[in-house]
């Protein structure tokens, strides 16, 4: 069974510009969490989709990050205009039912110039 | 506020001298405490679930426990391959995201 795959593993973008996070969970689970750690700190929770619909969006840092999930499959996350401070390693984790384990992928290391 | 520390930071063996990792916390209503393992530039890889103080889990060299305010993850005869940094997370009550301590990273030396 294929885990959770994450695209680009590593993008370099410059302070200003767009960037999109891909996402593709476990195939069947339908919840979908994005989180993420920047340097020296834990890993923090950012959002929650249940299929397409945001449970839970109460750890997005502020309106430059939009999270979506069209058709409750694969999810993306897009950072307009970058900021230096959004560097860091994004994770992307899924599961059946919300009370189980939630698996990560490999992240997407994120660096803005 | 929900948090959760891990101690110590890092953390050096030798090949075959125990060991354990602590994970303290404080939250409203446990739902559930997780350890993963994180190899570098690898997400987060699964080990453990316990759900209830007194609870045990155990993977080869790897054995978890929980008590209302902390958990431990004790290595046994840890070998170099052991080497990794060790993540705690714990899920409140009344919500479903993970809330993570910042790890230990752990050397064994062969």
Redesign the interface.
């Given at each position: 069974e294929a885990g959770v795959t994450q695209f680009p593993s590593h993008s370099v973008i410059e302070k200003g510009q767009t960037v999109t996070l891909r996402c593709d969970p476990i195939s069947g689970h339908d919840n979908l969490y994005w989180y993420r750690r920047v340097m020296g700190k834990e890993i923090k929770f950012l959002l929650h989709f249940v299929k397409e619909s945001k449970q839970d969006e109460s750890g997005m840092p502020n309106n430059r990050f939009l999270a979506e999930r069209t058709g409750g499959t694969y999810s993306t996350l897009k950072v307009q205009p970058a900021e230096l401070e959004d560097s860091g390693v994004y994770f992307c984790a899924s599961n059946g039912q919300v009370q189980e384990t939630q698996y990560f992928g490999p992240g997407t290391r994120l660096l803005v110039l | 506020e929900d948090q959760?520390t891990q101690s110590p930071e890092a953390l050096r063996l030798q090949e075959g001298e125990s060991s354990s990792l602590n994970c303290s916390y404080t939250v409203s209503g446990l739902?559930?405490l997780?350890w993963?393992r994180q190899d570098p530039?690898?997400?987060?890889?699964?080990l453990f679930?316990l759900y209830s103080a007194g609870e045990e889990k155990e993977k080869e060299r790897l054995k978890a426990t929980l008590t209302k305010k902390e958990s431990f993850l004790h290595i046994t005869a840890p070998k170099p391959e052991d080497s990794a940094t060790y993540?705690c997370?714990v899920q409140a009550g009344g919500?479903?995201?993970?809330?993570?301590?910042?790890?230990t990273r752990l050397k064994v030396l062969a």
């Open positions: - | 959760v739902r559930g997780f993963y530039g690898k997400g987060p890889e699964f679930t993540l997370a919500t479903y995201k993970y809330i993570f301590g910042t790890g």
